[in-house]
Protein backbone atom coordinates (compact mmCIF):
# COMPACT_ATOMS: atom_id res chain seq x y z
CA UNK A 1 0.00 0.00 0.00
CA UNK A 2 2.71 2.15 0.91
CA UNK A 3 4.62 1.80 -2.67
CA UNK A 4 1.62 3.05 -4.41
CA UNK A 5 1.70 6.30 -2.49
CA UNK A 6 5.89 6.64 -3.29
CA UNK A 7 5.26 5.63 -6.70
CA UNK A 8 2.35 8.28 -6.67
CA UNK A 9 4.44 11.06 -5.35
CA UNK A 10 7.25 10.46 -7.58
CA UNK A 11 4.88 10.88 -10.62
CA UNK A 12 3.94 14.29 -9.60
CA UNK A 13 6.68 15.56 -8.35
CA UNK A 14 8.38 14.21 -12.11
CA UNK A 15 5.76 16.07 -13.92
CA UNK A 16 5.74 19.50 -11.22
CA UNK A 17 9.79 19.63 -12.25
CA UNK A 18 9.39 19.21 -15.83
CA UNK A 19 6.64 21.79 -15.88
CA UNK A 20 8.66 24.56 -13.55
CA UNK A 21 12.00 23.88 -15.48
CA UNK A 22 10.35 23.47 -19.08
CA UNK A 23 8.98 27.16 -18.95
CA UNK A 24 10.92 30.47 -18.64
CA UNK A 25 10.23 30.11 -14.90
CA UNK A 26 13.29 28.72 -13.27
CA UNK A 27 15.42 31.46 -15.95
CA UNK A 28 12.80 34.10 -14.87
CA UNK A 29 13.10 33.61 -11.17
CA UNK A 30 16.95 33.50 -11.27
CA UNK A 31 17.08 36.82 -13.45
CA UNK A 32 14.50 38.54 -11.08
CA UNK A 33 16.93 37.65 -8.29
CA UNK A 34 19.82 39.09 -9.56
CA UNK A 35 18.44 42.29 -10.51
CA UNK A 36 16.69 42.57 -6.90
CA UNK A 37 20.14 41.61 -5.46
CA UNK A 38 21.90 44.36 -7.92
CA UNK A 39 18.77 46.99 -6.85
CA UNK A 40 19.22 46.46 -3.60
CA UNK A 41 23.29 46.74 -3.16
CA UNK A 42 22.79 50.09 -5.32
CA UNK A 43 20.34 51.28 -3.16
CA UNK A 44 21.98 50.28 0.26
CA UNK A 45 25.25 50.83 -0.97
CA UNK A 46 25.44 54.23 -3.50
CA UNK A 47 29.15 54.89 -2.72
CA UNK A 48 30.27 51.06 -2.56
CA UNK A 49 33.15 52.35 -4.91
CA UNK A 50 34.37 54.79 -2.51
CA UNK A 51 33.75 52.16 0.62
CA UNK A 52 35.77 49.28 -1.23
CA UNK A 53 39.10 52.08 -2.40
CA UNK A 54 38.80 53.53 1.26
CA UNK A 55 38.85 49.78 3.19
CA UNK A 56 41.96 48.88 0.57
CA UNK A 57 43.75 51.71 1.31
CA UNK A 58 42.93 51.64 5.43
CA UNK A 59 43.86 48.17 4.95
CA UNK A 60 47.43 48.77 2.81
CA UNK A 61 48.25 51.48 5.15
CA UNK A 62 47.76 49.21 8.62
CA UNK A 63 50.42 46.22 6.72
CA UNK A 64 52.88 49.02 6.61
Known amino acids: AHHAHFKDADKYC ?3 A ?3 S ?3 GCE ?12 GAVVLYPN ?3 LVF ?3 S ?6 F
Open 58 to 63: ELINSQ
Open 28 to 39: ACLTFAVLAAAV
Open 18 to 20: GRV
Open 22 to 24: QGL
Open 54 to 56: KNL
Open 14 to 16: KII
Open 48 to 50: LES
